[in-house]
């Protein structure tokens, strides 16, 4: 699914009281920080938009689809309100093994990896 899509998905769900949604989220949240996809430095300015990289990773999850990046332009992503730093969280996660991509960054369709589906699965399976 677009990304822009998955973003715009996955900002109305943290809006809502789904308590297994923002528990995945920030459980996703955890991961990427541990990873250093995400910084520790800045969170207390950032940890918006860092709920939101994880969430919109987990909305993916969820509808059990591919993050599509068609465009890395920043001007891009600014255009649609969003942080022109998602790109470059996305290419950490790419490096880390946190998300698959066949071209080695955050382009075309990525793919969960297999600590996100795991984790993530985990916590479905938990619940039933």
């Known amino acids: 699914m677009n990304i822009f899509r998955l973003l715009e998905l996955a900002s109305l769900r943290l809006k809502t009281n789904d308590a297994l949604f923002h528990e995945q989220a920030d459980t996703v949240l955890g991961i990427l920080r541990s990873a250093g ?9 950032n940890g918006t938009l860092h709920k939101l990289v994880a969430a919109m990773i987990v909305q993916a ?13 920043a ?14 969280y996305l ?7 946190l998300l698959i991509s066949k071209t080695g960054k955050a382009k075309g369709a990525l793919s969960l990896g297999e600590i996100l589906e795991g984790y ?5 399976l938990s619940l039933a």
């Open 61 to 73: 999850y969820d509808d059990d689809t591919t993050i599509d990046v068609a465009v890395r332009r």
């Open 120 to 124: 993530l699965g985990e916590a479905q």
């Open 37 to 45: 996809v995400l910084p520790h430095r800045r969170s207390s300015l």
């Open 75 to 88: 001007g891009t992503f600014h255009h649609y309100g969003y942080s022109t730093k998602v790109v470059d």
């Open 91 to 97: 290419d950490k996660a790419v490096e880390q093994g």
